[in-house]
C-alpha cells in the first residue's frame, strides 16, 4: 500500500515563501517522475512543476524563477520552495509521482491528500 504524505501549506503574505513536501511510503519498488500540481477553486488542476528520476526539471510559465522543484531520492521525497509568493499562488497544492510497487508491475501514479496555500495581498 503506497501513501504520500504532503506539509508545508499556510498562510502567508504576498512576496513571503513556503516549502511543501511531498514523502511516499509503503511497497516501492521505484519512483520516476515526481511533480506538483495546484488547483485553485472554480479552476482546473494545473501543473506547477515536476522533476523526472534523472533530475531534469520544468514549471509552468507563471512560476519560473520563482519556485524550485527538487527531490530527496534517498527519502522517497520531493519538495517545492516556493518564493516570492502571489495572491494568484492561491490554490489547493497536490504531489504527483509515479511508482512501481514491484519490478513486473507497471508504473502507476499516485496523488497526495492535498494541502492549502493561502497568500494574501
Known amino acids: 500500500q503506497v501513501q504520500l504524505v504532503e506539509s508545508g501549506g499556510g498562510l502567508v503574505q504576498a512576496g513571503g515563501s513556503l516549502r511543501l513536501s511531498c514523502t511516499a511510503t509503503?511497497?516501492?519498488?521505484?519512483?520516476?517522475?515526481m511533480g506538483w500540481y495546484r488547483q485553485a477553486p472554480g479552476k482546473q488542476r494545473e501543473l506547477v512543476a515536476r522533476?523526472?528520476?534523472?533530475?531534469?526539471?520544468n514549471y509552468a510559465d507563471s512560476v519560473k524563477g520563482r519556485f524550485t522543484v527538487s527531490r530527496d531520492n534517498a527519502k522517497n521525497t520531493i519538495y517545492l520552495q516556493m518564493n516570492s509568493l502571489e495572491a494568484e499562488d492561491t490554490a489547493v497544492y497536490y504531489c504527483n509521482i509515479w511508482i512501481r510497487v514491484t519490478i513486473v508491475a507497471p508504473g502507476y501514479e499516485y496523488w497526495g491528500q492535498g494541502t492549502q496555500v493561502t497568500v494574501s495581498s
Open positions: 509503503g511497497t516501492i519498488f521505484s519512483i520516476n517522475t
Open positions: 522533476i523526472t528520476s534523472g533530475g531534469t526539471t
